[in-house]
């Protein structure tokens, strides 16, 4: 099922509720969602050098955002990543901002993505210098999702790490042995202590209840390509495919997902406007 009637249908009540705190990256991927391949986005004329049969095809919106564009631009970038995979093995290494934090991370998208990917590049960059163990400079890839397989609020920061890096002190590369990159709790614990501090210095308040242990997974990635694939799949999409949304009824809009664990096709069915909220708030990925 497409998307744009759902757009159609749910955005003026959803810009009645939520309007005054979208993002204009987020309207923008609005307002392209709603004319992609319409005469909106622009048309092409087509005419067959054989018969001459001839009409006009409206062109898509090239949003990085819509589910109907950018299968080219996701290979292009996933070859380019390819092409700089190095000769070590790789990590993919997620943090997770806890459920208390999620409410000031929606009221605050700008400022609390932000933090969340420099305390995380800090985290790992400085892990990667301790003397005690590599005393290297790590590169990485990073990409922010905001959303779950369920389409949950769930944000969360994906890096790939290769298991190698420049010592600057004796001007070598460094590489890796073994499988084993950072122990997952010492990074939380560091990385929370640093987001907190930034928090405050931001002027923002701390939720309460904010637990004492984060969860940061850390895990073997082989070469480094399945990583990048599963990176890929999210980069220049929003967070739905079109062919998982079922049916749109009664206000409701019913979508099928993969579960991660148990790998199951499961049903979920959401208000109109909630499904819409999620759409528009995932269209905001960042990566450096």
């Known amino acids: ?50 018969c001459n049969e001839a009409h006009w095809h409206p062109m ?39 459920y208390q934090l999620r409410v000031l991370a929606w009221q605050h998208q700008k400022v609390i993505y932000s933090l969340f990917f420099a305390c995380v590049s800090s985290t790992l960059k400085d892990f990667g210098l301790n003397p005690d163990k590599l005393r290297i400079h790590l590169g990485m890839t990073a990409v922010l999702h905001t959303h779950n397989r369920k389409l949950d609020y769930h944000p969360h920061i994906h890096l790939v790490v290769p298991g190698g890096g420049v010592d600057k002190r004796k001007k070598q590369w460094k590489k890796l042995k073994g499988k084993y990159l950072f122990n997952e709790f010492a990074l939380a614990k560091v990385f929370r202590a640093r987001f907190l501090e930034a928090i405050i210095q931001k002027g923002l308040a701390i939720p309460s209840k904010t637990p ?20 890929s799949r999210y980069l220049y ?6 062919k998982n949304i079922i049916a749109n009824n009664n206000g409701l809009v019913t979508f099928k997902y993969t579960e991660s664990k148990t790998k199951k096709t499961q049903l979920r069915t959401l208000k109109g406007e909630d499904f819409f909220t999620t759409c528009v708030s995932a269209c905001f990925t960042k990566r450096f």
């Open 60 to 98: 898509s919106c090239g949003h990085r955002s819509c589910p109907k564009c950018q299968n080219h631009e996701a290979s292009q970038w996933l070859e380019r990543q390819q092409a700089k995979l190095l000769p070590v093995e790789y990590f993919l290494v997620t943090f997770t901002l806890p």
């Open 1 to 50: 099922m497409e998307l744009e009637p759902i757009i159609n249908q749910y955005k003026s009540s959803f810009l009645a509720q939520y309007g005054t705190g979208l993002l204009p990256n987020q309207l923008q991927a609005i307002h392209a969602l709603q004319r992609c391949r319409t005469p909106d986005s622009g048309e092409m004329y087509l005419q067959c050098t054989h």
């Open 237 to 242: 999409r929003g967070v739905i495919s079109e």
């Open 212 to 231: 004492d242990k984060w969860i940061v997974n850390c895990i073997h990635a082989g070469k480094g390509l399945p990583a990048l694939k599963y990176l």
